[in-house]
């Protein structure tokens, strides 16, 4: 077997290991299937219990193989394994939940250090992007230009706009921005 993958190494029932190329994560499993016309081989791996299979796939030009073997006279399992159809919705919907709370947490034509004063003051508060202010605690808000004198409350979060206003200092050194 060379280090370069040709489509001969991807017989399909092929114990394989290879790396990947960029990021040098070796993998091992057995060839599921194998595209000439786009040179993309599907590799299946032993998840991570029992019962479990991972189906990856890959552009053969963006592997190396390191080793290859076909078994003799061996019946090799062709099957696609059984999908949980409730479970991957459940897992896609999870997924794009995260997704979007990412999303939320990123604010539109801000600044660099806007950003990570945000990001600063989400660790430790629960905040949201307002326009280009952040609320923390839907009590306090930081407008822009973001310095302590900008941030703002009604009398009742005296002790919230206290916390804000010294972590928002903390963040403004940390930047060299005080």
Request: proline share 3%.
């Given at each position: 077997?060379?280090?370069?993958?040709?489509?001969?190494?991807?017989?399909?029932?092929?114990?394989?290991?290879?790396?990947?190329?960029?990021?040098k994560?070796?993998?091992?499993?057995?060839?599921?299937?194998?595209?000439?016309?786009?040179?993309?081989?599907?590799?299946?791996?032993?998840g991570?219990?029992?019962?479990?299979?991972?189906?990856?796939?890959?552009?053969?030009?963006?592997?190396?193989?390191?080793?290859?073997?076909?078994?003799?006279?061996?019946?090799?399992?062709?099957?696609?394994?059984?999908?949980?159809?409730?479970?991957?919705?459940?897992?896609?919907?999870?997924?794009?939940?995260?997704?979007?709370?990412?999303?939320?947490?990123?604010?539109?034509?801000?600044?660099?250090?806007?950003?990570?004063?945000?990001?600063?003051?989400?660790?430790?508060?629960?905040?949201?992007?307002?326009?280009?202010?952040?609320?923390?605690?839907?009590?306090?808000?930081?407008?822009?230009?973001?310095?302590?004198?900008d941030?703002?409350?009604?009398?009742?979060?005296?002790?919230?706009?206290?916390?804000?206003?010294?972590?928002?200092?903390?963040?403004?050194?940390?930047?060299?921005?005080?």
């Open positions: 077997m060379t280090d370069t993958a040709d489509s001969h190494d991807w017989v399909v029932g092929c114990t394989i290991k290879v790396l990947t190329k960029h990021t994560e070796e993998i091992q499993g057995t060839v599921f299937g194998y595209d000439p016309h786009t040179d993309t081989v599907m590799i299946k791996e032993q991570t219990h029992g019962g479990v299979v991972n189906l990856r796939l890959y552009k053969a030009e963006q592997l190396q193989v390191l080793s290859a073997e076909r078994a003799k006279g061996k019946q090799h399992d062709l099957q696609l394994p059984y999908v949980d159809k409730e479970r991957a919705r459940q897992r896609e919907e999870k997924a794009l939940q995260v997704a979007e709370a990412d999303m939320a947490k990123v604010g539109v034509g801000v600044t660099k250090e806007a950003q990570s004063i945000f990001d600063a003051l989400s660790k430790t508060m629960p905040c949201t992007w307002q326009g280009r202010s952040i609320s923390v605690m839907d009590a306090v808000v930081v407008q822009p230009p973001y310095t302590t004198d941030v703002t409350t009604n009398i009742e979060h005296k002790g919230a706009l206290e916390r804000v206003k010294k972590v928002l200092q903390a963040e403004r050194t940390r930047l060299g921005l005080a």
